[in-house]
């Protein structure tokens, strides 16, 4: 998919770094953007230029960890994910947001350092649900998310309603005070953070209908700090 024309600052800047669904991300950012910020440009971009550039950048993923990172690495754009993690509204989904956190389990890998914590494996002997049966891994499905506390991606979002996971590593955070919603599976973990400009989600917004749409519409008129405006 082509970059856009560098002189001409997207709205929202989706990073290309070969790992993830990002015809299901942009489009659904599309689809809100008619509504919420009509007019709004939507690039999915590789180019650090335009990421830099870009008014609000969303970091998406699926794989593995490992994988991850090296193509970050390979790419150019470690420098500028961190930049923008801490400078302007920023959305993690699903392996975007495990990257954040500073190490993870699978394949022993560092992550990008930007939230202190331990992305891990779902241990395999408490995958058990309330009648003892084996649940599965990945963890794969609608599972209601449960808010903690207030926050401007919230906003419109009941608390506990479901949206749409496909994952076998859950994230782990060293200070409960980044963690702004959370998940069972079979016990409680961190499916949401939040931390000035910066919001990620394990689970997939693009892929959970009415809950999934309405938190990235928040996100296309979010000033990364503020209130939701519209």
Not at 53 to 82: H, N, S, T, Y
Not at 190 to 211: D, M, W, Y
Request: net charge negative; aromatic share 10%.
């Amino acid at each position: 998919m082509p970059d856009p024309i560098n002189s001409e600052v997207a709205d929202v800047a989706i990073i290309d770094y070969g790992m993830g669904n990002l015809l299901s991300v942009s489009k659904a950012f599309e689809h809100v953007a008619r509504e919420a910020n009509p007019g709004a440009k939507i690039v999915v971009t590789s180019d650090p230029a335009v990421i830099a550039a870009a008014a609000r950048v969303v970091f998406p993923g699926v794989g593995a960890m490992p994988d991850c990172i090296r193509e970050l690495e390979q790419r150019g754009l470690i420098d500028v994910v961190k930049a923008a993690a801490v400078s302007k509204p920023f959305l993690g989904i699903c392996l975007g947001m495990q990257a954040l956190f500073a190490h993870s389990e699978e394949g022993d890998c560092a992550g990008l350092g930007l939230l202190p914590g331990t992305v891990r494996l779902f241990p395999a002997e408490a995958m058990k649900d309330e009648h003892g049966a084996k649940l599965k891994v990945p963890h794969i499905g609608w599972n209601q998310v449960h808010q903690a506390g207030t926050h401007p991606l919230w906003a419109g979002i009941e608390d506990g309603a479901r949206f749409y996971f496909v994952h076998s590593y859950y994230a782990e955070p060293a200070s409960q005070d980044v963690v702004s919603g959370f998940t069972h599976y079979p016990f409680a973990f961190t499916c949401a953070v939040a931390r000035g400009n910066l919001f990620a989600v394990q689970f997939h917004p693009e892929k959970s209908q009415a809950a999934g749409l309405r938190l990235l519409a928040n996100f296309v008129t979010w000033n990364g700090f503020g209130p939701v405006h519209g």
